[in-house]
Every structure is written in C-alpha cells, then in structure tokens.
C-alpha cells in the first residue's frame, strides 16, 4: 500500500494546508474529531488521508463507513479515493442507481464503503455486507444530511454499528450540534470557519423591475465570459430563468434536487470541463460538490437563512482566491437583516457574454471495458485527428467516459471515432 507522500505525489499536491495537517495531526490521535471547515478547503483529503492509514490491506470487509448527504459528493469521494492510487477498493452507493447492482458490486466488499443515509441504512436492514470490521465512521458534511430530513437514518446508521472505535465529523457550518445518538465521546474540535478562505467582496445589483430577469442578462453580460453560479430558490424559478437565458443565447448548465441523476452529474462535467461557464442552481449547489474555482455566484433570490447566505458566497472566494457574491436587489425591496450594506455594482457597460470555446463528447466504453484516459486521449489525438490543445478534461466513469474537445472539431472528432474499436470494444460517440 502506498504511502501519504507517495499519495501526495500521485495527486500532484506539493503540500498539505494547515487544516489538513491539523486534521491529520488529531485523526492519529484515535479520538473523535469533528472538523469545521469552510467548503473547498480539503475536508475530503484531511480525512481520507489519515483514515486509509488505518486500514488492514489483509481484511476483505468494509473497513472505513463514509456517510454524505447527497449523490453528487458520494460520486466525487469514490473519485477521490480512486485517483489516490492508495490501493484500496472503494464503492459509491446512493439512491437513483440499481440496488441489484449495488449487491453485486458489495459481493467483493470493499475496504471504504461512501453512500447516501438513505441507501446505506438500506443496506444495513438487508445485511448486504457484513458490519463487523467497520471501525471507521465519517458522517461527512453531517449537518447537511439532517437538514434534508436524513435524521432517522444516520440515527439507525449510528447506532446500528457497534464495532466503531472512532468517529469523523466534518461541516461547513456550526449550526447544527451534534445529535447524542452520533455517540462522539471527548471529540476534539478543529474549528477553521473564520479562516483558510480568500477575499470574497460582497456587491448589489440594481433591477429597476420587480422582475429580474433583464438585469439577470444584463448583469451577466457585464461580467464576461467567467466561471459563475445563479442561485435561485425554487426548481420552478431555474427553468423560467433557464428559459430567458436560452432565449438570449447564454449557454448554461441546471442543477437542483428534482432532476434525473444523469442529468445532474452531466450539468456537472460540462461545468467542470469548461463546456458551460454558468450554471443555475438551489442551495443543492451551495456546498460538498467537486466544481471548480467560482469568480462570482450571484443571488438572483435572497435564502431564508443566514447560513445557507454563507454556504452559497463560500463557493467563490475559495482557499485564499477571490471572488465576488453579487444579490440582485429591486429598488424597493427589503433586505434581510443578515446582508450588510453592499454597494452597487454598475452594469451598464457590456463586456463578453459567457461562451464557452468546449464541446463535451460521451463515449460507450469506462473502466469495466479497461479503457483509461490515456486511450481515450489517444484516440482523440490519433484517429480524432485533433492538436493536443484542442483536448480537454477526460472524467472516466465505470460504464462510459466524457471526453470535452474545442467546440471547432467535435463534430469532426465524433465522425472519425465514432464506431472505432478500443480495447476490443466498439465505442459509440455523441455530443452531448
């Protein structure tokens, strides 16, 4: 099994930050840990780090239990843990995907076991894998899980597993104190809250009508063509939203809890691959998902809480960049008493709409077919007959794989590939 710095080595990471060392530092100390941290600090690696430490590479049962709120970070841990090379089996499980398949992937138990409370205390009732070596437990993000009304499952996860020896909890916020049925004993606290973040600014946009949408444009246009997210209220709002913004050719991604699970995690791989520079979201968005470095986030409706106000403006402004929270702000309307006095933003000079130069391609083949990055590169590169700058971010999935290429030749790629045998497997290719 690898060790931490040759794990380092492999995820290009130079140095740990002080919170990760901290963490660390407390994890080795077999107590309970509850670490609060903003998002995009490194909690995933602060905890993953340490914890595969403590794992018996000779047992064959679930070792380390992970519990997240939703599918999106239980997909972007199992994609962690995997690109650590530690050489440990991890599975995803969550709601959305096959419960069979989730069976027969567990009939070779995995060391690290990350899922949804939902799906895991599924399990659990169905003794699909046995408990009895899971001395880990990771409630991560764990305020978040109860918040979305998860309480009586982590609760019949907690007390389901008797053999934990230690316990990890992790939150963006401090609101939300720990339940006793968790069973935390003497934890030691990492409170990083107040630091590790960049310099966020604050600014209003002014809409002269009631109805934001034309100063939504406006404003959009004014900011250029830069990674960003619209935070709306309701998943109704997004597609009116959507909608208008479709109508001023402003290409976008959408994200919120009602979608089909492909459609959420393909509005994600086209925002991270840089095919869509904006994506309209609820709080869904607002923390414990792998996207990357935001330059604004813009409030088009104000939350009804404070802390969600935080977790929204905590996805610029992260590990020490800087970034901007704009609130969109109708002449009359009242502000609630957590938003300070902001000062106005002036958009009535145009810069570059948000256009992306990308294109995302799907392909038929992944892991299970052993098709890695590199042949899906290749097979861009040589048969595509692409510039190695016209390819971009390749994520490999178990069943597929998307690959984005500069938008100028994917119609051309998609003909050259399309139907081309890789690893003994015939690939089907589209644009998507």
Not at 125 to 148: A, C, G, Q, W
Request: charged share 25%; aromatic share 6%; glycine share 6%.
């Amino acid at each position: 099994m690898k060790t931490q710095s040759e794990i380092l080595q492999k995820l290009k990471i130079e140095a740990l930050n002080p919170m990760q060392i901290e963490a660390e530092a407390a994890i080795e100390q077999r107590r309970d840990v509850v670490l609060l941290s903003p998002t995009g600090t490194g909690k995933t690696l602060a905890f993953l780090l340490p914890l595969i430490q403590k794992l018996d590479p000779m047992l064959s049962e679930v070792q380390l239990m992970i519990v997240v709120p939703t599918r999106e970070l239980a997909i972007q841990i199992e994609q962690v843990v995997r690109e650590m090379g530690a050489g440990y089996k991890c599975n995803a499980v969550y709601g959305g995907q096959s419960f069979n398949k989730d069976k027969i992937n567990l009939k070779r138990p995995p060391a690290i076991l990350v899922g949804t409370p939902g799906r895991i205390s599924d399990h659990l009732r169905r003794t699909t894998f046995s408990i009895e070596n899971i001395k880990l437990l990771v409630l991560d993000e764990f305020d978040k899980s109860l918040e979305i009304g998860f309480e009586s499952e982590m609760k019949s996860i907690c007390l389901g597993i008797n053999a934990v020896q230690q316990r990890i909890l992790t939150s963006a916020s401090n609101e939300v104190p720990v339940p006793p049925f968790v069973r935390v004993q003497n934890p030691i606290q990492i409170d990083y809250l107040s630091a590790g973040v960049g310099g966020l600014t604050l600014k209003a946009i002014r809409s002269p009508d009631k109805d934001k949408l034309e100063t939504l444009v406006k404003a959009l246009k004014h900011l250029g063509n830069r990674p960003g997210i619209v935070f709306c209220n309701f998943k109704d709002s997004i597609q009116r939203v959507s909608d208008f913004l479709l109508e001023h050719d402003i290409q976008h991604g959408c994200f919120f809890g009602g979608m089909e699970q492909v459609d959420r995690e393909r509005a994600l791989i086209k925002f991270r691959n840089g095919t869509h520079q904006l994506i309209i979201a609820t709080d869904l968005a607002a923390r414990g998902l792998d996207i990357p470095a935001i330059e604004f986030i813009i409030h088009y409706h104000l939350p009804l809480k404070e802390h969600e106000f935080v977790h929204r403006n905590g996805r610029t402004a992260r590990m020490k960049s800087d970034g901007t929270a704009y609130v969109i702000k109708y002449t009359d309307e009242p502000l609630p008493d957590y938003v300070p006095q902001l000062p106005f933003e002036d958009i009535e000079t145009e810069s570059q709409e948000p256009r992306s130069n990308w294109k995302t391609l799907f392909i038929s083949g992944g892991r299970k077919d052993k098709i890695s990055k590199g042949d899906i590169a290749g097979l861009c590169i040589k048969q595509g007959e692409i510039k190695s700058e016209d390819l971009g971010l390749i994520e490999l999935k178990q069943d597929c794989a998307f690959v984005a290429v500069k938008a100028e030749v994917a119609l051309d790629v998609i003909r050259k590939i399309d139907g081309y045998r890789v690893k003994k497997r015939k690939i089907r290719v589209s644009g998507i």
